[in-house]
Each structure stands twice: as C-alpha cells, then as structure tokens.
C-alpha cells in the first residue's frame, strides 16, 4: 500500500518551518476534524489521524530528521521484501529486514488504540515478539531479561512498582516491567552476524591477498547493516513510546505529582514565614538584650543635660544639620547612626582623599602665584631693555646708513664692467629705502613657559633660529620666505656681503 509524503499531506515545502506547519496543520484540521463531518466520520477520522501524525512527526526537530533520511523507505512500506534467507546453526532461518521496519513509523499501520487484532498494541506487540526470538535465534545462550519482555496491553501501567505505590493491584509478574521493555529497546544492540549481506565467497579466491581484500569488504557491508539495523530499532521503540496511551499517562501523572510537591513546599514556606512575623510582633524585648549608644557618642553626643536624649532620638529633635555627613553627602535619623558612619572605613577613606585634594589644590595655587611675580619681573626688566634700547638708536641708525653707503660704492664699481646698473647716489643724503633694524615691528612678548624646556627644545629652537639667519639680508637684516626673494633682494640693493666665518678652534688649527 503505497502511502503519502508527510509535507504533501499538510501541503508545505520541505523547507517550511514550524510556523509554516502549524498554519497548515491548524488549516486541515478545521476541514478533516470529525466533528466537523457528521456525514463522513470514518473517513475523516482516518485522514485526520494521518494529518496529526504527520504534523507530531514534522514539529519534532529528530523524528523529522529520521524521516528525511528514511522517506523513501517509509514511502515504499509493504512494497519491499520482509525476510532475509540465512542457513544458520543447521537450518534455515529468517529476519527481518531493515526495510521492512520502515513502515511501522506510521499510524497507518494500526487502527486506534485498543486491544482488537489491528490496533496499536496487538500489531507492536507482535512486531517486537518477532524481534526478540529473532535475537534468540541468533544466540545459543539464553537470556532470561529478553525471555521476559513483553510489551503488554491497554491495562498494562507503565511501572508496576508505582502502581503499587499507589495501591493499585500488581498485575500478574513476568519479571519486567513497560518501563524495563523500552528501555531495554531504546538502547538495543543485536546480536545477528548479518552474514547474508557477505558480497564475496572466501572459497573464490585465488590468493590469500585477494581473499583479505574480500574479509575486508565482507566485514564493511556487515557493519553496516547492523548499523543501519540497530539504529532503525532504536528509533522505532522510542518513536512508539512517545504514542503509547500508558507513557503517557505515566507523564501526565508524574507531572501532576511534583506540581503537588511544589505547592505543599510553597505553603509550608508561607506558613513557616507567617509564623515567624507573627512571633516578631509578640516578642518583647529583654534588659540585658537592650544597649545603651550614649557612651559611644562621644563628642557627638549632647553637650548638656537639658539636651540629653535617647540616642534614638528623630532628626526632628537634633536638627537637621546634625544628623548630616556633608563628606559623603549621606543624612542620618539618629545621632547613633552618624556616629558610626564617621567610624567606618569608607567614611575614612573619604575624608583622607578629601584632605589630600585640599593639599593639592593649595600647590597648585601657590606654584601659580609665584609663576605670576616671574612674570611681573620679567615683563618690569623688558621695559627697561627698551627704554635703554630706544636712546641708542639714533647712533646706531648713522652708523648703519654710512656702513651701507660704503658697501654700495664698493659693489658698484665691481658690476659696472658687467651689467649696468641704476647706482645709488653716494652724495645723496637720503636714507636708503631699507626699513632699519628699529623700524621693525617689534616681536610680541612670548608667554612664559609653565615649564622648564628641555634640551629637545632648546635644539629645535637654535635650529630654527639658524634657519631664519640662513634667509636673512646681512647687511638690512630682512628675512625673507625663500632663497629666491633673497637673491632677486640682493641683486636689486646690492648688498652683497659674506657672512663672517666662524674662528676655528685650536683644535682643527695645525
């Protein structure tokens, strides 16, 4: 019987998510519910179980894992061949088939979970009967644990002992319980050789390397098949588990059990919390449990008679200006409370940072006075620097005009046999259109450095000092941006004069 895809039937994409099939689940079971077909109930049941299956399968990230990579075999269910043909231990014996197993991973294969001949527990007890004297055959040891193992009916509970417990009647012993049978195929191991699935015969070989090259592919094909085999059955057990009517009703039940033991719990800790208030509202006090905070106040205490209270006194009473640590910026309600706070460690630790930050400041205030009377110094020594400076400039200025007329004949008489050129006047009086050393701008006052210069800054200055002279006129001492500018100056003045050498020193003499 030929059987549909699970995303067909719920019409989804097999990359649909969980929204998706919920939304198509939800879809079909508000057309196929069989409260919603009274005319066709048997037929809507059927579809409707087979929906819910599909959608229970889908919803589950392993069971539909498990059905993508088995969905062929599923799809193919009574279309394949049931038994594999062994001779085995003198006769021949049959098992069952991986394949064959594929298509009891559908609610197809029963009718409802009663107790007829085609309902749930009649066909699985049979398929796992097959599989235990399957796995009998193939030892010639018993084993009295698979001996006992039987999958049971609709009254079977889940663990007997709870059963028990709950003083119910115990059934009729077979040594196992329901809970021992799934577990005991949930982590099945089977002991069949799958030698059937052997590919070469060893008896063909030709030589002793051919026929380890035949054990070796023999003993992968066998491996395998048990690998696929056991993983099927595995699956299988717990895939009927999650359906079975008693798990089920063991889960809900233990469920119910221990939501009981967390109320109980919730209410002893409730009643043992009332309890407790109800004994702190009748306690009464005794003497010697009662301290006396006067002799800790110390001078924080009341410094008379007429102003002595109890130290529990509200901040009403003391003043609200008392009961303050302007430090931490924190208010008390009774002079007892503050006097501790000023005995802590974190009220210390502030009062020290304080103290240390008061000291600072007080450095820095007096480190920048004194920088301010330098400064009055400095700029009172200038003023006199100039006012000296200004009487001496009337000779200065002479004897720069006459040096510079000088020069300008010498140069004259020099480029005249080259290129003629405009010669300035010697006999004229007028001064040349040089602007002198005094005329210029005078040079803002540099701020006073807050800090000693290094000798880093020493050099960079002497360098850029040096850099200034380099473009400089040393006749008219004009300082100009580019060497250009100097020589095209030069050229036009003529104040062509070599920059004196520096004396050599006794040791480069020789």
Same mark, same amino acid.
């Given at each position: ?285 005794? $003497?010697?449990?009662?301290? &006396?905070?006067? /002799?800790?106040?110390?001078?924080? *205490?009341?410094?008379? !008679? %007429?102003? @002595? ?70 700029? $009172?020594?200038?003023?006199? &620097?100039?006012? /000296?400076?200004?009487?001496?400039? *009337?000779?200065?200025? !002479? %004897?720069? @005009? ?109």
């Amino acid at each position: 019987m030929a059987r549909t895809c699970y995303y067909e039937l719920l019409g989804v994409e097999r990359s649909a998510g969980d929204a998706d099939l919920k939304k198509a689940y939800r879809r079909l079971a508000l057309v196929w519910h069989p409260d919603k077909n009274h005319g066709n109930v048997e037929e809507a049941t059927r579809v409707f179980a087979e929906i819910k299956e599909a959608y229970e399968t889908l919803s589950d990230p392993q069971e539909r894992t498990w059905y993508d990579n088995h969905r062929e075999q599923i799809l193919r269910g009574d279309d394949v061949v049931t038994d594999y043909g062994q001779a085995d231990m003198g006769g021949n014996t049959s098992f069952m088939q991986t394949e064959a197993l594929m298509r009891y991973f559908s609610a197809t294969s029963f009718r409802g979970f009663g107790d007829t001949a085609d309902g749930f527990f009649a066909v699985y007890r049979e398929l796992f009967a097959r599989l235990r004297d399957e796995e009998l055959q193939s030892s010639a040891e018993s084993d009295d644990i698979l001996l006992n193992l039987n999958f049971g009916g609709t009254h079977t509970h889940y663990d007997e002992d709870a059963a028990y417990a709950q003083g119910r009647t115990r059934g009729a012993g077979t040594g196992s319980t329901l809970r021992d049978f799934y577990n005991f195929w949930t982590t099945f191991s089977t002991r069949k050789s799958f030698g059937w699935f052997d590919r070469y015969r060893l008896a063909d070989a030709d030589n002793r390397q051919v026929r380890r090259l035949m054990e070796k592919e023999n003993r992968r094909l066998r491996e395998k098949a048990r690998r696929e085999f056991v993983e099927t059955v595995q699956n299988l057990a717990t895939w009927v588990r999650k359906r079975d009517p008693r798990y089920k009703s063991f889960v809900a039940h233990r469920q119910h059990q221990q939501q009981l033991r967390e109320d109980e719990q919730r209410r002893r800790i409730a009643e043992q919390r009332a309890a407790a208030a109800e004994d702190a509202s009748t306690y009464i006090c005794q $003497a010697w449990e009662e301290v &006396d905070y006067t /002799s800790m106040l110390g001078e924080h *205490g009341p410094s008379s !008679d %007429a102003e @002595a209270k109890s130290p529990t006194q509200s901040a009403g009473d003391l003043g609200q200006d008392e009961l303050i640590c302007v430090i931490c910026d924190k208010s008390f309600k009774t002079a007892a409370q503050k006097a501790n706070h000023e005995k802590s460690k974190k009220h210390l630790k502030v009062v020290r940072d304080a103290r240390r930050e008061m000291l600072r400041e007080e450095r820095q205030m007096a480190k920048m006075q004194q920088q301010g009377t330098a400064e009055d110094s400095d700029s $009172a020594a200038q003023d006199s &620097d100039d006012s /000296s400076a200004q009487l001496t400039d *009337g000779a200065e200025e !002479d %004897a720069l @005009a006459q040096l510079i007329q000088e020069l300008a004949m010498a140069q004259s008489s020099k480029k005249s046999k080259r290129k003629k050129r405009p010669q300035p006047n010697p006999e004229s009086t007028e001064e040349p259109a040089v602007k002198p050393i005094t005329d210029q701008e005078p040079t803002p006052d540099l701020e006073v450095p807050t800090h000693r210069p290094t000798k880093r800054d020493m050099r960079r200055e002497r360098q850029r000092k040096q850099a200034l002279n380099e473009l400089a006129c040393n006749v008219c001492a004009k300082e100009f941006t580019s060497r250009n500018h100097l020589f095209n100056h030069i050229n036009d003045t003529g104040h062509a004069l070599a920059k004196p050498e520096k004396a050599k020193s006794k040791s480069n003499r020789k």
